[in-house]
């Protein structure tokens, strides 16, 4: 269970820095 969060976690900060990259 934590494994999966851990890993949606990290996934939405990967998103996060992707789009502040971006812009």
Do not use: F, G, H, P
């Amino acid at each position: 269970m934590s494994k999966l969060l851990d890993k949606i976690l990290s996934r939405e900060n990967m998103l996060e820095a992707y789009n502040q990259v971006k812009s």
